[in-house]
């Protein structure tokens, strides 16, 4: 009888086993399809897309020991760069040189290195070219994945991601594999070429990803070219020599990232139409609505229907070529009534939104921002908690103003995102440094001299200073967005503050503004709000604002300063910076911030009964500049250096100070 139990019992466990490798023990009371997390290989962060962006966020990840994996489907890393852009050049700029050696300053010019620790993982080592080849940027990605040996699972094509509970994503690739994860962050591009639909003729449209780049292909050939942006004209650029003649189509104006500020607009190594048209060597530029394009192939050319056209069509059926020349008077002047050989498509790339499915569905932007998905100033999905947005695709946020869409942009945007994730998840706060209030001018003159976040991210990215007594909390890179909830994404007080951000003059730039006016820069520090260049402007709030005017844009402040700009993008003049930002600073303080010899601290602690903050904080501690010789300040103070300088002239006598007899 127990032998005959024994075996009974053992028959029953081997049909649940055998059940369950069939899937009919699920565990989940939910219901859901999705298994228990045993079922999957499971990290604490997933990252979909090795390139630049995923790549950045891993860093990141992996320099504070989180628990991640990045999936990509290529088997290596920055696989757009093996296709795009087809004429192998980027357009963001290399320059190895600057004629100073601070690290930080010279990211201001590297559009192209990632942030890490290793100095030799920097383009400028990989590429003497000012607008390096894509074989350049493939071979320093690769470098920068396998020596900060970051956490990469290639072949990896996720084909959908689901969200089954409220704190697990389901990550499935084709073989069938699944993964989860509790955070996950979508770092994939804008990869998908973006197709409107045309009234007709949609089939003879040759899209940018699979045009031929033989340029003897176009020998002898007129072609239509559809877009606007950068790959239009890159393509244009390409071709220009074998074609009889090119048209540019495009619903918007052209617009110069020189006259708009904007780099994701049209730049000069692509524009040589430019002068191919307004000479007068038969290129041309149309506006219309490429929707609206009817395309009709007669006798191997392809001919642009009028609406004309398209009337006579609809009620008298097919036209023959005779026709289509004559179908009407009014339009026999018709721009593009000459057929065209080849008609391209170069409208650039949208998300590819489609791999997310159940309980993750990405809200998209609407109107112009419908490429990108809606996130939240932390870079999280408006629709889809713990789902975030890293690299270009987080561009939502600072769309047409600055440069969230570039590696220049979103190395920083992805540090903040990390930041936030730290605070967030881990219970880490926003990193500070604590800086006295003495020291607090040079270290803002210190961080506007050579601070690169701010700096690419101009309006986006603001330093934030919290004030608190003797001392003030200094953070940096806080998306300016965030600033109405500054505990929540930072985990610091939103108290008095100081926001520092980096601005445009508000009317200087745009379509059919002339930005080589002579008149288009001041050097005045009276007209300093008047400034038009790039320039630090620092709002003080008593407390931290409760909502922005619009994205981007802070409320008014308690206090405000432009410090004028300048030619050199140097905020370091005497009189033009540093007198009218150590005053602005007096004001919000409500503190004497003037610097004094140690000899002048001596009188005062022997005079008063209180002293100057500097004094205090500085020559009682040992660190004031000795200059016990009256004779060598007195010169100093007849020629007005002192003044406008260092202060060498008597200390103001404090409101509290009394004589000590």
Same mark, same amino acid.
């Given at each position: ?40 290989? $499971? ?43 087809? *004429? ?20 201001? $010019? ?16 990989y590429s003497k070219d000012f607008f390096p080849h894509t074989d350049s940027m493939l071979k320093y990605l690769s470098d920068f994945a396998t020596k900060l040996k970051l956490k990469i699972q290639y072949d990896t ?31 994939? !591009? ?56 090119? *048209? ?6 052209v617009r110069l990232s020189w006259a708009t500020h904007y780099v994701g607009d049209l730049r000069a190594l692509n524009n040589n139409l430019l002068d191919t048209y307004q000479l007068k060597s038969l290129d041309a ?31 008298? !059926? ?76 987080? $561009? ?7 440069? !969230? ?47 690169? !976040? ?178 060598l300040v007195e010169p100093l103070i007849q020629r007005g250096i002192g003044k406008s300088v260092f202060d060498y002239e008597q200390p103001r006598k404090p409101e509290s100070a009394s004589n000590v007899v």
């Amino acid at each position: 009888m127990m032998m005959s139990s024994q075996r009974c019992s053992l028959m029953l466990i081997m049909a649940l086993v055998a059940g369950c490798q069939l899937g009919q023990c699920d565990n989940n009371d939910s219901g859901s399809s999705h298994g228990d997390s045993n079922d999957y290989i $499971h990290h604490q962060y997933c990252i979909i897309g090795a390139g630049p962006g995923g790549l950045q966020m891993a860093y990141f990840l992996e320099s504070t020991g989180r628990d991640y994996m990045v999936y990509d489907k290529a088997d290596r890393p920055g696989s757009f760069f093996q296709r795009y852009p087809r *004429h192998r050049k980027l357009i963001s700029i290399n320059k190895r040189f600057t004629g100073k050696d601070n690290p930080e300053f010279n990211l201001r $010019h590297d559009w192209n290195s990632l942030l890490s620790h290793d100095p030799s993982l920097q383009i400028r080592h990989y590429s003497k070219d000012f607008f390096p080849h894509t074989d350049s940027m493939l071979k320093y990605l690769s470098d920068f994945a396998t020596k900060l040996k970051l956490k990469i699972q290639y072949d990896t094509n996720i084909i959908t991601v689901e969200k089954p509970t409220e704190e697990k994503f389901v990550l499935t690739q084709t073989n069938g594999t699944q993964y989860s994860c509790q955070f996950l962050i979508s770092a994939t !591009g804008v990869w998908i070429p973006n197709k409107p639909k045309v009234a007709a003729g949609e089939e003879y449209i040759t899209g940018y990803e699979e045009m031929s780049m033989n340029t003897t292909d176009y020998e002898g050939k007129t072609v239509l070219i559809l877009g606007r942006g950068n790959s239009a004209y890159e393509t244009a650029d390409h071709i220009v020599s074998s074609t009889n003649l090119i *048209h540019m189509l495009a619903r918007s104006r052209v617009r110069l990232s020189w006259a708009t500020h904007y780099v994701g607009d049209l730049r000069a190594l692509n524009n040589n139409l430019l002068d191919t048209y307004q000479l007068k060597s038969l290129d041309a530029m149309l506006e219309a609505d490429v929707s609206q394009l009817a395309l009709k192939k007669i006798n191997g050319r392809l001919y642009v229907l009028t609406p004309d056209v398209e009337a006579f069509e609809a009620k008298q !059926g097919n036209m023959e070529e005779a026709d289509l020349e004559a179908s009407s008077t009014t339009t026999d002047n018709f721009a593009m009534r000459e057929p065209y050989d080849i008609v391209l498509r170069c409208l650039g790339f949208k998300f590819d939104k489609s791999i997310y499915g159940e309980g993750a569905t990405l809200e998209m932007g609407k109107g112009r921002l419908a490429k990108y998905p809606a996130v939240k100033p932390t870079y999280e999905s408006f629709s889809v908690k713990n789902l975030f947005i890293a690299g270009t695709a987080c $561009h939502y946020r600072d769309f047409r103003k600055s440069s !969230g869409a570039f590696i220049h942009g979103f190395r920083y945007t992805a540090r903040a995102l990390h930041r936030y994730l730290e605070w967030a998840n881990h219970d880490t706060r926003w990193p500070y440094e604590t800086v006295l209030i003495t020291d607090l001018l040079q270290h803002i003159l210190t961080r506007l001299n050579e601070m690169s !976040g701010p700096y690419q991210m101009f309006g986006v990215l603001v330093d934030v200073i919290l004030i608190d007594g003797d001392t003030a909390r200094y953070l940096q890179e806080v998306p300016i967005d965030c600033i109405p909830a500054f505990r929540k994404c930072t985990g610091h007080p939103g108290k008095r503050m100081i926001v520092i951000n980096l601005e445009y003059g508000k009317n200087f730039s745009g379509p059919g503004k002339d930005v080589f006016r002579l008149d288009r820069a001041t050097g005045e520090p009276t007209e300093a709000d008047e400034s038009n260049f790039l320039h630090p402007v620092m709002y003080y709030y008593q407390k931290a604002p409760k909502k922005m005017v619009k994205p981007t844009q802070l409320p008014l402040p308690d206090h405000m300063l432009h410090l004028v700009e300048d030619f050199l993008t140097s905020w370091d003049a005497p009189v033009s910076h540093i007198l009218p930002l150590r005053r602005f600073l007096e004001e919000v303080t409500q503190t004497d911030l003037r610097s004094f010899f140690a000899e002048t601290c001596f009188k005062y602690a022997l005079t008063y009964s209180s002293m100057p903050k500097f004094c205090e904080q500085q020559y009682l501690n040992g660190r004031s500049v000795l200059m016990s010789t009256p004779e060598l300040v007195e010169p100093l103070i007849q020629r007005g250096i002192g003044k406008s300088v260092f202060d060498y002239e008597q200390p103001r006598k404090p409101e509290s100070a009394s004589n000590v007899v």
